[in-house]
């Protein structure tokens, strides 16, 4: 059962955790560090029931409503604070460049909503209002919601959470109110969102990000991590793009002995396997492909609950040798991630855990972690990073059959600049691929991702290749 049962109830404002410290510090505007989950709805939703189930939900848990409080300039720490719920409805942004926690917005054709998915990755939220927001995108014959939550106050799982707290009470308030309908509804559509010019406060200032600046045919630097190679980018565009899949959950037959390697595996060893093959198509060497793969912190007995952003990273390792054999591969990945997830590490490695630490005023913190990042950015920052939230017992669901289809995507800064989420929804895996468009355009990126699903599909038919 997803729940929301962990939320801090009494106080009214608690430290960051070093992990959304260091997630704030390293944010910049041009790649907001969002976290979205995207559920598409057989019909029509009754706005008014969904604007109070958003309200009883945000009145029900202060974890959900919280922002970042005010401090002086010598504070060394950073804190939440709970605020009363505030909701607007409306189309587009709200006034004074402050986004409202309900935006509605139209689309007619699924270019005009992918276009929508872009602009809202490029809307960063200020922490000084809130954590997230629900946007309502009204089609011509089904509605789309898509909730974007601040990486710093929440992960996937807990915002798989407040998206099922909201569908919940949204099914209790709205009935049989979701209605299939062929033809556009017949109140006005809402005009696209236009994501104004952020408002931040001085905690939430970010420069530009840097560009990679590896040249394509040149072997690697020695330690150097290997990048995905540019093709056809927009430097100075901000945001994201993003390519959405849904296939059966990969399966085959088992041969020969040992565990079944998971879906995650599969995921992952595709991951590193297309990024090979795309790089040398494109003249560059290979060298060490370097994986980051968030795992959930949360006790196993209750891995659905609790807020807040409680994964930790595991990475997973494959050097030029290594990636000749896909079987082999694909049994050192899971090797490697089942060792991963046995350690019990904290979420933030050593380095990562003393520029969170209060130590010195917030300001000398954020520069300091800004500039160790630059620095560290080509040998420390993985070449991609998977999200795999797994099957989902009780997926969030506005008509309550547990088929609604649901993708989950996060951020992909540079020089990483892409990542896949999946999550399995009624025996059915939804992909995203998220890029930067300082990467690759949105061409390039659908030849990505059908490299990738190719590779996917060529692992699973491997023997032992099935997932449990």
């Given at each position: 059962?997803t729940?929301?049962?962990?939320?801090?109830?009494?106080?009214?404002?608690?430290?960051?955790?070093?992990?959304?410290?260091?997630?704030?510090?390293?944010?910049?505007?041009?790649?907001?560090s969002?976290?979205?989950l995207?559920?598409?709805?057989?019909?029509?939703?009754?706005?008014a029931?969904?604007?109070?189930?958003?309200?009883?939900?945000?009145?029900a848990?202060?974890?959900?409503?919280?922002?970042?409080?005010?401090?002086?300039?010598?504070?060394?720490?950073?804190?939440?604070?709970?605020?009363?719920?505030?909701?607007?409805?409306?189309?587009?942004?709200?006034p004074?460049g402050?986004?409202?926690?309900?935006?509605?917005a139209?689309?007619?054709?699924?270019?005009?909503?992918?276009?929508?998915?872009?602009?809202?990755?490029?809307?960063?939220?200020?922490?000084?209002?809130?954590?997230a927001?629900?946007?309502?995108?009204?089609?011509?014959?089904?509605?789309?919601?898509?909730?974007?939550?601040?990486?710093?106050?929440?992960?996937?799982?807990?915002?798989?959470?407040?998206?099922?707290?909201?569908?919940?009470?949204?099914?209790?308030?709205?009935?049989?109110?979701?209605?299939?309908?062929?033809?556009?509804?017949?109140?006005?559509?809402?005009?696209?969102?236009?994501?104004?010019?952020?408002?931040?406060?001085?905690?939430?200032?970010?420069?530009?990000?840097?560009r990679?600046?590896?040249r394509?045919?040149?072997?690697?630097?020695?330690?150097?991590?290997?990048r995905?190679?540019?093709?056809?980018?927009?430097?100075?565009?901000?945001?994201?793009g993003?390519?959405?899949?849904?296939?059966?959950?990969?399966?085959?037959?088992?041969?020969?002995?040992?565990?079944?390697?998971?879906?995650?595996d599969?995921?992952?060893?595709?991951?590193?396997?297309?990024?090979?093959?795309?790089?040398?198509?494109?003249?560059?060497?290979?060298?060490?492909?370097?994986?980051?793969?968030?795992?959930?912190?949360?006790?196993?007995?209750?891995?659905?609950?609790?807020?807040?952003?409680l994964?930790?990273?595991?990475?997973?390792?494959?050097?030029?040798?290594?990636?000749?054999?896909?079987?082999?591969?694909?049994?050192?990945?899971?090797?490697?991630?089942?060792?991963?997830?046995?350690?019990?590490?904290?979420?933030?490695?050593?380095?990562?855990?003393?520029?969170?630490?209060?130590?010195?005023?917030?300001?000398?913190?954020?520069?300091?972690?800004?500039?160790?990042?630059r620095?560290?950015?080509?040998?420390?920052?993985?070449?991609?990073?998977?999200?795999?939230?797994?099957?989902?017992?009780?997926?969030?669901?506005?008509?309550?059959?547990?088929?609604?289809?649901?993708?989950?995507?996060?951020?992909?800064?540079?020089?990483?600049?892409?990542?896949?989420?999946?999550?399995?929804?009624?025996?059915?895996?939804?992909?995203?691929?998220?890029?930067?468009?300082?990467?690759?355009?949105?061409?390039a990126?659908?030849?990505?991702?059908?490299?990738?699903?190719?590779?996917?599909?060529?692992?699973?038919?491997?023997?032992?290749?099935?997932?449990?």
């Open positions: 059962m729940t929301l049962r962990d939320a801090p109830g009494a106080p009214s404002s608690w430290p960051f955790a070093p992990i959304e410290e260091l997630d704030l510090y390293l944010e910049n505007a041009q790649e907001p969002l976290v979205q995207e559920t598409h709805v057989p019909g029509h939703l009754d706005q029931a969904l604007e109070a189930a958003l309200a009883g939900v945000l009145a848990d202060p974890a959900t409503r919280r922002h970042l409080a005010t401090t002086s300039r010598w504070s060394r720490r950073l804190r939440w604070e709970a605020a009363a719920p505030a909701i607007r409805t409306g189309s587009g942004p709200a004074s402050e986004a409202g926690l309900l935006t509605v139209g689309w007619r054709s699924p270019g005009q909503l992918a276009a929508l998915r872009d602009q809202l990755s490029a809307w960063p939220i200020s922490l000084s209002s809130t954590a927001r629900l946007i309502l995108a009204v089609g011509p014959e089904h509605d789309v919601v898509i909730l974007q939550i601040h990486h710093a106050a929440f992960d996937g799982i807990s915002g798989l959470a407040l998206l099922a707290a909201i569908c919940a009470a949204y099914r209790d308030r709205a009935g049989p109110s979701i209605r299939p309908q062929s033809a556009f509804p017949s109140r006005p559509a809402p005009d696209p969102v236009h994501p104004p010019a952020p408002h931040r406060s001085r905690h939430e200032q970010a420069p530009a990000p840097r990679d600046g590896h394509p045919g040149l072997p690697p630097l020695p330690g150097l991590v290997t995905i190679a540019v093709q056809a980018a927009q430097p100075d565009r901000p945001g994201y993003f390519v959405l899949k849904s296939a059966p959950v990969p399966r085959s037959a088992r041969s020969g002995r040992g565990p079944y390697p998971t879906v995650n599969l995921l992952v060893t595709a991951m590193i396997l297309t990024v090979d093959q795309w790089n040398a198509a494109r003249g560059r060497r290979g060298g060490t492909v370097r994986i980051s793969v968030p795992v959930n912190g949360r006790d196993p007995q209750r891995r659905w609950e609790g807020p807040g952003n994964s930790r990273l595991i990475r997973v390792t494959a050097r030029p040798g290594q990636r000749t054999d896909a079987a082999g591969l694909l049994a050192q990945v899971a090797a490697q991630t089942r060792a991963g997830k046995r350690q019990p590490r904290p979420g933030l490695d050593a380095v990562s855990r003393l520029l969170a630490a209060g130590w010195a005023p917030t300001a000398v913190k954020r520069r300091t972690a800004r500039l160790a990042r620095l560290a950015a080509p040998v420390c920052t993985d070449t991609s990073l998977v999200s795999n939230l797994g099957v989902l017992p009780e997926p969030p669901c506005f008509g309550g059959s547990g088929q609604d289809p649901l993708w989950f995507y996060g951020p992909a800064p540079m020089p990483r600049g892409l990542a896949v989420g999946a999550v399995t929804v009624a025996g059915r895996l939804h992909l995203c691929v998220t890029y930067r468009h300082a990467l690759m355009d949105c061409g990126a659908a030849d990505f991702t059908a490299a990738y699903c190719r590779t996917l599909a060529g692992l699973a038919a491997l023997p032992g290749g099935r997932p449990p």
